[in-house]
């Protein structure tokens, strides 16, 4: 599975140029990703319309999010919006 595959989505879209977009409250922040591929990889998502950063960690072996943090602009709201999206693909780690 490619990192991009990951955010496509009902309010994360991946754009033409790259870069992903999330739309939250009728306000669209557009992310660049940059990434370090891994066991445990660090996705970083930097706005560039918006100050706002998501930092996501994702389990290459088991193809599931270990962890979502976000800071800066509607950050409690734009992380929601990437967990609903991880969830609805079934990718959030469930621990037991």
Same mark, same amino acid.
């Given at each position: 599975m490619k990192i991009e595959d990951l955010f496509n989505c009902n309010n994360v879209k991946c754009m033409k140029t790259? *870069? !992903?977009c999330i739309e939250v409250d009728n306000v669209r922040i557009v992310y660049s990703i940059n990434y370090n591929l891994s066991i445990i990889t660090e996705i970083l998502l930097k706005s560039t319309?918006? #100050?706002?950063?998501?930092? +996501?960690? !994702? @389990?290459?072996? #088991?193809? #599931? &999010? &270990? @962890?979502i943090s976000c800071s800066g602009f509607k950050s409690d709201k734009v992380k929601l919006a990437l *967990?609903?999206? !991880? #969830? *609805?693909?079934?990718?959030?780690?469930?621990? +037991?």
């Open positions: 790259g *870069e !992903f319309n918006f #100050k706002s950063v998501c930092r +996501i960690l !994702f @389990d290459t072996r #088991k193809g #599931k &999010i &270990i @962890d *967990e609903a999206c !991880f #969830k *609805e693909r079934n990718l959030l780690y469930n621990p +037991i």
